[in-house]
């Protein structure tokens, strides 16, 4: 297939030449060699890393900070976008629930994530959650409550490592095993997930109450807030910059595999541990349900509906690269499928990217 037709369908792209790891997460590596018997790997692994994440106790980390700092972004911009609203009451309570609910929420999740009895008195030091309050307010504590927990997260993971680390050195395959359970199941993934769902209730909040036009806006300006980040990632040479992308990918938890051509990175995720593991969650379903982003255009990916959450992708990754640099990061091709799959690419030429691709994002007389 042609990317230049960007709806075709994703199974006849070319799957042929380079085959890369990248989307093998350390935690699994570790749980390779253990059961291969190789201890001496698993704890070099573990210490040393694996030459994508710097340890068994950083391996998260990145991302967990980053969806922190992503979130203080988003939350800092809410404030002014209810502000200048026609009814900013109305709003104001909608939001205000939201976020209490999201701090009750999180409390209780930290609270089966830390069952050991020493971070009982650093759960008691989180803030508690309030029910009322103007915007400002209520973004300031729920600001608050990600911020103590940050350093819970970082301690407890740090303790966890260090307890695989000498269960391997103890030859106690079995309990080290458990401890990389609990460190990524249990710690981890809920918690990623929830911060990802945060981010989707205000996409949806964004977009319900103020419509798609406020939700492209929003987008933009909160990629804004983060472009310093996006300015590394655009001096990076190609490939360093598809194994990064692999390596936030995969953080999310979902299945990424990579392929390489002579002309691009292809990354394929099934599913995508963000987005898609919602959708397969069934975060679009019953009473509480994401909404759906109507009509083809840039929030879409050209799609007629799209979820609410992955229409920042189009938008982050495209649209504002291409305002800032001329090009986008990703080039998404039939994102976000009803199976929670989405594919991307990263070319490794800076005018790779198809014309078609630009004209999609909205950007008209762009020629490659």
């Known amino acids: 297939m042609d990317i230049r037709d960007p709806h075709a369908d994703h199974r006849l792209s070319p799957v042929d030449g380079r085959r890369h790891d990248w989307g093998e997460r350390l935690s699994d590596r570790v749980r390779r060699a253990l059961g291969g018997g190789d201890l001496d790997a698993a704890r070099r ?9 710097r340890s068994l106790e950083k391996e998260y980390a990145l991302m967990y ?21 026609p009814a900013p009451e109305s709003a104001g309570r909608a939001l205000e629930s939201l976020l209490a609910r999201f701090r009750h929420e999180w409390r209780a999740l930290l609270a089966d ?6 971070v009982t008195p650093a759960l008691a030091a989180l803030p508690e959650p309030s029910a009322t309050g103007a915007p400002a307010t209520q973004v300031a504590a729920t600001i608050g409550v990600l911020e103590a927990a940050q350093g819970l997260f970082d301690r407890e993971q740090a303790r966890l490592a260090a307890e695989v680390v000498a269960a391997i050195g103890a030859g106690r395959t079995d309990r080290a095993r458990a401890l990389l359970d609990r460190k990524e199941r249990s710690q981890y993934v809920p918690l990623h997930d929830r911060l ?27 990629a804004e807030g983060q ?14 910059f598809a194994r990064a992308t692999a390596f936030l990918l995969k953080q999310h938890m979902g299945v990424v595999e990579v392929r390489e051509d002579d002309e691009r990175y292809t990354i394929v995720q099934t599913p995508c541990g963000s987005g898609g593991r919602l959708r397969l969650a069934g975060a679009y379903e019953g009473a509480d349900a994401l909404p759906l982003v109507e009509g083809a255009g840039p929030l879409t990916h050209g799609q007629p509906r799209f979820p609410v959450y992955c229409s920042h992708c189009p938008i982050w ?40 691709y630009a004209r999609l994002l909205g950007f ?4 490659s």
């Open 45 to 53: 692994l573990a210490v040393e890393g694996d030459g994508h994440a």
């Open 196 to 222: 990802v769902r945060l981010m989707a209730e205000i996409f949806g909040f964004v977009l319900e109450r103020f419509g798609a036009g406020e939700l492209y806006r929003f987008h933009r300006v909160t």
């Open 113 to 118: 994530a830390y069952t050991d009895d020493l």
């Open 65 to 85: 900070k980053g969806l922190g700092i992503t979130l203080r972004v988003m939350l800092g911009l809410v404030p002014e976008t209810v502000g200048r609203q």
């Open 227 to 240: 472009r310093r980040g996006f300015e590394g990632w655009e001096r990076m040479p190609a490939e360093a």
């Open 364 to 367: 008209a007389g762009t020629s």
């Open 317 to 356: 990754n495209g649209v504002a690269p291409m305002e800032w640099f001329g090009r986008p990061h990703w080039v998404f091709e039939d994102p976000s499928r009803p199976d929670g799959s989405c594919t991307l690419h990263v070319y490794k030429r800076r005018d790779g990217a198809p014309a078609a």
